[in-house]
């Protein structure tokens, strides 16, 4: 897992107002343009890329009348996914995860979500994001978004992040697939750290999602700002989605633990199979130690050490020895 690359300079504001007639996109350097679009009956989605502009943040908390504490936990990039009831608006936490094939990370960032009566506010630690199919049926007109108020805009935005925790869930899958593979071949270290890189990744997908599922069961049970019938059976939607999500992530965790076994046990075998080895040439030489020990005690009286073929003979019946041993192995299946 690697997080975010930090902040921009400067903030981009990008402000969507539309209704079922029609729409308006535009980028703006000022907050307050977006509280101008407040009085019209349009729903306002104000979206603020990079953190690092304490200009813009504070002229956002003081036109959306945002609570100083609010502010502070939007800035501090490290929270845990969390909703939060206001009088006049609904604050979530979540986190926005890709994942980097050519590195095989997960890449995390914050993204932070204000309901009001007609507005969202989203804030994100960067530019690029997973929205762009919301902006797209914004810009078209189309589906249940632009006939909608902030309420589904809110869940839509949370509903394709959620969704794309399931691409996240696909790739780490298939490498955890691949590494199985890999062990029952050939463990080796390099094995083992992939290992363990992977039960990180899993450690810190199951610490991002987990908290999801009760931010998206208060928002089930919330009856100020998600009142609606219609709305609250896609909440319950997405609430199962996470619920499939944290099942996929746990059976993953399970997965891994048992090829930690896996890998020792591969490692264990690889132990045996070459102290198997080993200790059949040590078994080999054992007779044939005992004959060298024997003609190296340099007795005078030993008739073979003066015969002309002595030495051929000896080498000729040690070689027999290695031959009728090696034989008597594969015989029985040692070797």
Known sequence: ?????????????TLFTYNADEHKEQEIEDPAQAAEALSLEQTVWLNIDGLADPEVLEKTSKVFGLHSLLMEDIVTTDQRPKAEEHENYFFVVVRMLSYNK???????????????????????????????PIRERIRKGKGRTVRNGADYLLYSLLDIIVDHYFVILENTGESILQLEEDIISSPDTR??????SLKREMNYLRKSVWPLREVIGRMEREDGFFNNPFLIVYIRDIYDHTIQVIETIESNRETLSSLMDLYLSGISNKTNAI???????????????????????????????HWQHGYFFVLGVMFLISIGMIAFFKKKGWM
């Open 102 to 132: 050519a590195l095989q990370l997960i890449q995390s960032e914050q993204v932070s979500m204000i309901l009001g009566k007609n507005f969202v506010l989203t804030f994100q630690e960067k530019e690029g994001d997973l929205f762009d």
């Open 275 to 305: 102290m198997k080895v080993l200790t059949i040439i040590s078994t080999i030489f054992i007779p044939l130690t005992f004959i060298v020990g024997i003609y190296g005690m340099n007795f005078d009286n030993m008739p073979e050490l």
């Open 191 to 196: 094995k083992l750290r992939k290992l363990y």
């Open 1 to 13: 897992m690697v997080t975010a690359e930090n902040k921009r300079e400067k903030s981009r504001l």
